[in-house]
């Protein structure tokens, strides 16, 4: 990964590498899993060239990194990407068999019927303009699988803490089930509930998407041989929790 490491963004971190050049980087909020159509790489996770077509970043020493998985701009926590292409095949047949086990973390307003199960629903993505909304009811199945860390009242509503674990892997998934359940993510300026993000963000000083992808393990399978990696990456907003209790 040192050859690529003066392309990343100055926020991105790595945080760990395997034998065969699979990456675990961890991305903030605010930073672009790839440039947008108008090639904004100073918000990307490199700052090179994006070849859409081979979903891989092309740096100016000719190499290319390969990106694996993306999360939305405000989501932060784990992305892979992978220094070779014969690697990035086997991690993308590893994605397409489901082998690929995600966990995120979210804030969420209200708390659940059940504290645990999986949510079900099809899901259609639209192109509006220059933005993405996704709607329940007709399109692709997709499954969440939730549980309730913990609950505690804050602002005079009731928050939980909550473990997702997407199943598929839908557009928007993930913040969409959970304001259809009645769970909007604190800080999801698209899906959640604005009237409360305005009063969470004036009493906290703090406006992010309180969504994070916080581990990821996967077996693939290369050269005849079965490799297992997996990846941590810390929930920053755990640390302001207490202050959340507050009030």
Known sequence: M?????FLHRKIQVICCDQNGLVALEKPC?????PNAAGDSERSLLRCHYDFAKRCYICDSGDSIYLLNRLDSPVS???LVSLFRDVALAVEKAFARREVRKTYVALAKGFPRQRKGIWRSRLRRDVIGKSIRVSTGTGACAETEYEVEESFRSCAVTLS???LFPITGRT???RVHCGQNGLPIV???TYGDQNFNGAFSKNFGCSRLFLHSEKISLTYEMGGRRFEFAATSSVKFRESLQNFKKI
């Open 30 to 34: 605010g930073v672009l899993s790839h």
């Open 172 to 174: 928007h998934q993930l």
């Open 187 to 189: 800080g999801d300026q």
């Open 77 to 79: 926590g784990l992305v």
């Open 161 to 163: 803490i909550l473990s």
């Open 2 to 6: 040192e050859h690529a490491e003066e």
